[in-house]
C-alpha cells in the first residue's frame, strides 16, 4: 500500500520567516519557492510549507504517506473507520494528495507521483 512516510507538510502563517528558518535547518535552498508553496528536499524527504494550511483547516504538520494507488488506499483507509478530511486533489503537476482523520484525531496523509 506504501512506500513510506516522505513527506511533511507545515501550515505556516509568515511564509518569508518559515522559510528563513526550515532554509537554515535544512541546510539547503528551497526546491519549490512561489507564494502558496515552498518546498525543501533533503536525503530523501520533502518539507513543505503551506501559508493556506490554516485557511484549509490543517491545525498542524501533516505527515504523507507516499502510495502507489491514492484512490484505492483512500479507501482501504475510509473502510477501515478512517474519517474523510480531504478528497483526493491534484497540487500540481500530476501529483495526488488526500488526507483522512484516525480514530484519535490525528490526520494521515496520502499522495501519490505523477
Same mark, same amino acid.
Given at each position: 500500500? /506504501?512506500?513510506?512516510? #516522505? /513527506?511533511?507538510?507545515? &501550515? ?6 518559515? #522559510? ?6 535544512? +541546510? ?19 518539507? +513543505?510549507?503551506? &501559508?493556506?494550511?490554516?485557511?484549509? +483547516?490543517? /491545525? +498542524? ?25 480531504? /478528497? ?27
Amino acid at each position: 500500500m /506504501t512506500s513510506g512516510m #516522505k /513527506t511533511i507538510i507545515y &501550515p505556516v502563517r509568515d511564509l518569508e520567516r518559515a #522559510k528563513a528558518l526550515y532554509g537554515r535547518l535544512l +541546510g539547503v535552498e528551497p526546491v519549490v519557492d512561489e507564494p502558496y508553496y515552498v518546498g525543501f528536499a533533503l536525503a530523501g524527504q520533502d518539507v +513543505g510549507l503551506d &501559508p493556506n494550511g490554516y485557511g484549509q +483547516g490543517m /491545525t +498542524g504538520p501533516v505527515a504523507y504517506w507516499h502510495v502507489d494507488d491514492i484512490e484505492g488506499s483512500l479507501k482501504e483507509l475510509l473502510d477501515a473507520g478512517a474519517e474523510k478530511v480531504q /478528497t483526493v486533489k491534484d497540487v500540481g503537476g500530476g501529483k495526488l494528495v488526500a488526507s483522512v482523520r484516525d480514530a484519535d484525531g490525528n490526520v494521515v496523509g496520502l499522495i501519490q507521483a505523477p
